[in-house]
Nanobody
Framework: QVQLVESGGGLVQAGGSLRLSCVAS????????MGWFRQAPGKEREFVAA????????YYGDSVKGRFTISRDNAKNTMYLQMNSLKPEDTAVYYC???????????????????WGQGTQVTVSS
């Protein structure tokens, strides 16, 4: 079992930056893959980025590549999403997610993840 708690959302102007955090607790994380997803009103949940806890391999969705950076701090059991050059279309509820997997596969489908946080709202004004 894994518990995930996000924080760091808020209101920011276009072109600004925010950093989201996701604190994980529970089972050991050596075989865990974690991801960020987002969901805007009336839209499907969209893959943002994924990271392998052991080794730090990363993968990004096309819409955020070059602007967002996913990372983790092993000592703090925390995953981050640094979001730069934010656009109004980045407005959404952002969720962190986790799945135990024996090898690194950057799962981009939300239904491949077993554990979810409660979400944090990010609003980008134009």
């Amino acid at each position: 079992q894994v518990q995930l708690v996000e924080s760091g959302g808020g209101l920011v102007q276009a072109g600004g930056s925010l950093r989201l955090s996701c604190v994980a607790s529970g089972r050991t994380f050596s075989t865990i893959t974690m991801g960020w997803f987002r969901q805007a009103p009336g839209k499907e949940r969209e893959f943002v980025a994924a990271i392998r806890w052991s080794g730090g391999s990363t993968y990004y969705g096309d819409s955020v590549k070059g602007r967002f950076t996913i990372s983790r701090d092993n000592a703090k059991n925390t995953m981050y999403l640094q979001m730069n050059s934010l656009k109004p279309e980045d407005t959404a509820v952002y969720y962190c997610a986790a799945v135990f997997a024996p090898i690194w596969v950057p799962y981009v489908r939300w239904d491949r993840y077993d554990y979810w946080g409660q979400g944090t709202q990010v609003t980008v004004s134009s």
